[in-house]
């Protein structure tokens, strides 16, 4: 189910065709990992990832760069014994989607959801907080 939605996510913002049933994306993925295993793609989208935050030399890209060494222990200790390369079986009657979940969306991406407003302080300058490379600093 979650693959499910994940993929149709991805699809979506990247405007390629929907999925419409479960089954349909099952058998999608099911022929994307003929010729190159799962593992391989979680792997890949890990090592895409830390290369990425590697370069953000700030405690963001250190406290990423965690998260991502977490992810992959994740992987190595626990999904990667239990991949089954999406061969399973569904039980069709269970599985219940959201209608907006298969609707592609118009218009240049996805909403953001609420845009949040911070307090302006003198001559427009946005006051709070701002993380710099040297540390934390109160603007």
């Not at 999925?19 to 792997?43: F, P």
């Not at 935050?53 to 990423?64: N, P, Y």
């Not at 222990?73 to 089954?84: A, C, G, L």
């Not at 909403?111 to 540390?135: H, K, N």
Request: aromatic residues 8%; contains cysteine.
């Amino acid at each position: 189910m979650f693959t499910f939605r994940a993929h149709n996510a991805v699809n979506r913002r990247l405007r390629k065709p929907l999925q419409t049933t479960l089954d349909e994306c099952m058998k999608t993925l099911q022929n994307n990992v003929k010729t190159r295993i799962a593992v391989n793609y979680r792997i890949s989208y890990l090592d895409h990832i830390q290369r990425y935050w590697r370069s953000w030399q700030d405690v963001t890209g250190i406290v990423a760069l965690k998260k991502i060494n977490e992810m992959r222990k994740i992987e190595i200790t626990y999904v990667q014994p239990r991949d089954s390369n999406f061969n399973v079986t569904l039980v069709p009657d269970v599985v219940v989607l959201p209608q907006d979940s298969l609707e592609p969306r118009d218009g240049p991406g996805e909403p953001r959801g609420p845009s949040i407003s911070l307090p302006r302080g003198q001559e427009g300058v946005r006051a709070g907080f701002r993380i710099t490379a040297s540390g934390i600093r109160l603007r």
